[in-house]
């Protein structure tokens, strides 16, 4: 037995944008329909695909009173996956839980909408073997228990899917809504968890059974950066041998980004603009035909510091980006540059200063050239790759002797702008307050 079915949640059509001023009308008009068309993308692939069932696990709607107009395209969608033979299973979450008002529509006969108690149900009801989708509803916003004790335990010999819209782990970032672990998942025996409320995809457990968000079908902010879509699973149920395969499908319209561009070695304003224009290029190709919104932040110590400190330079810089690129179709809209660069440090004229810094430079081309410092900082370092936490951040691998010695220059550089910062923040604050002493 064969079953396929795409995994999506957070729809949350017709969400509101934010991060777009509303005088870029022919952009915040794209990303008011980006949501819907998100979802059409979702059918779409059902249909193409020609898979056996839609999963979405919650929010499907941005508020508990969604409007008309997001409900009506909902439905429009799920009777596309009814005339195609394609079942939906629907659970509601914490943006849309059953106590919210809902439009007086009829859904198609092959939907499921799933209550306040969880539920099994076979996704073909002929079938006394096929697989079972077992989901549940909040009743209201706010579920701050776990709902798993409410899950009915797995069919036996027979495929079983969860379905639920809660927080996993602990993710950071979101609202602990109906906790629980993944090995409390994991002990239910189900074969797949098709989670929501999180929406950055992630894979929670690549095993039996497996744990998965898809994140949301559209981008809605500049945090929520990157590809955004669903899973599209199929289940390979072989005399009791389950294997199941993944392949996550992007479906946004508008792909919101962020690039960072280091200014250190750029010499002018049409050396900067040029370096500019190829990130964006880069983000165009990776965008794959979507509409773009992207930021920029400006880091880094350089000349050019100085004439992004002027008043109005980092507005013209981005009128200039989108003059360049905000007219294509589709377009790739800058939305906005944050300046955190800082003047060019003369590092030979501060190592003779008969100061502070001038000491702590000394100190650091001492260290420079004593030969077992590399050896001494491995030797340092090795606890902290030992630890399995940190590993998964760090990777498997003690910087060899060159890297170490280029994480001690990177450190000075920290350092040394830090130091001069504090400096400058140091005769400012003397400034002012002489200053005030004269204005009395």
């Known amino acids: ?188 025996g189900y074969d797949y968890w098709a989670l929501g409320h999180v929406h950055t995809r992630a894979i929670l457990r690549d095993e039996a059974p497996l744990v998965a968000y898809p994140g949301n079908t559209q981008g809605r902010h500049p945090n929520e950066r990157g590809a955004r879509g669903v899973y599209l699973v199929q289940v390979d149920d072989r005399g009791g041998q389950v294997t199941i395969s993944q392949e996550f499908v992007a479906t946004d319209r508008v792909r919101w980004e962020q690039v960072d561009l280091q200014i250190d070695g750029i010499d002018d304003d049409t050396a900067l603009f040029g370096r500019l224009q190829t990130l964006v290029d880069d983000l165009v190709a990776q965008a794959d035909g979507r509409y773009l919104v992207y930021r920029v932040r400006l880091e880094g110590r350089g000349p050019v510091h100085e004439s992004l400190a002027r008043a109005g330079s980092i507005d013209d810089l981005s009128a200039e980006l989108n003059q360049a690129w905000g007219s294509h179709q589709p377009f790739a809209f800058c939305g906005g540059i944050v300046d955190e660069t800082k003047s060019r440090l003369d590092r030979a004229a501060l190592a003779e200063s008969k100061d502070f810094i001038g000491d702590f430079l000394a100190l650091t081309d001492a260290a420079s050239r004593y030969e077992a410092l590399a050896a001494e900082l491995q030797r340092a370092l090795a606890p902290l790759y030992d630890n399995t936490r940190a590993r998964k951040y760090l990777g498997n691998r003690l910087p060899d002797t060159d890297e170490v010695r280029g994480m001690v220059a990177a450190a000075e550089d920290i350092a040394l702008g830090l130091l001069i910062d504090d400096a400058v923040g140091e005769a400012g604050a003397g400034a002012g307050t002489e200053n005030d002493e004269v204005g009395e």
């Open 1 to 188: 037995m064969t079953f396929r079915f795409v995994h999506a949640a957070d729809l949350h059509l017709d969400s509101p944008f934010k991060g777009i001023r509303e005088t870029e009308r022919r952009v915040a008009d794209i990303l008011r329909r980006a949501t819907f068309e998100a979802y059409e993308r979702v059918i779409e692939l059902c249909v193409d695909r020609r898979v056996d069932a839609l999963l979405v696990a919650g929010d499907i709607f941005d508020g508990a009173d969604g409007s008309l107009a997001a409900q009506i395209h909902f439905v429009r969608g799920l009777e596309r996956l009814d005339a195609a033979g394609i079942r939906a299973f629907i659970c509601h979450g914490n943006h849309d839980p059953l106590d919210g008002w809902g439009a007086r529509l009829t859904m198609p006969p092959s939907v499921h909408q799933f209550g306040e108690h969880a539920e099994a149900v076979p996704v073909d009801p002929q079938s006394s073997t096929g697989p079972v989708v077992c989901g549940v509803s909040y009743p209201t916003r706010e579920i701050r228990s776990s709902l798993l004790p409410g899950f009915p335990p797995p069919a036996p010999g027979r495929v079983t899917i969860g379905m639920l819209h809660a927080n996993v782990g602990a993710s950071t970032g979101h609202e602990a809504y109906a906790p629980c672990t993944v090995e409390e998942l994991a002990a239910t």
